[in-house]
């Protein structure tokens, strides 16, 4: 319950000032998805790190929990259907899943830029997913 009411107090001031930080001081967006079950849309405050070529990449950390976020499933079964909302405008993305060297090229970057996420999967069994979200043009 505590986390559903940081997730919307974190939209609330990531959507108000238009491009938001995180508790800690990591970028934020707002990733809206499409329930992967439902079809509604669904929106979670994100952290994001800059990828190549102007993306935008995030990790599927969920604080280091033993499961995955409702947001990587929602992302996974609809990834060209979804968007984000940073630096105040909103953005369709197509979403894709990084593996292998690429994978872990990536996560290097992340954790050397957050101790925090380098924590996470610490925390965790699982690999953290990383997912790098392009600007979708058709």
Sequence with gaps: MAVRWLNKL??????RKGGGKMLGGLDALVLTTLGSKSGRPRRSPVCWFPGED????????ANGAAKNPAWYFNLAAH?????ITVDGETVPVVAEQLH????????RGIAERSARFAQYQQKT???LPVVRLTRRTT
């Design 100 to 107: 292998g060297e690429e994978r872990e090229r990536v996560w």
């Design 125 to 127: 069994d699982r690999e």
């Design 54 to 61: 102007g993306s935008w990449v995030i990790a599927a950390s």
């Design 10 to 15: 974190m939209m609330r001031r990531v959507l």
């Design 79 to 83: 990834p060209r259907e979804a968007s």
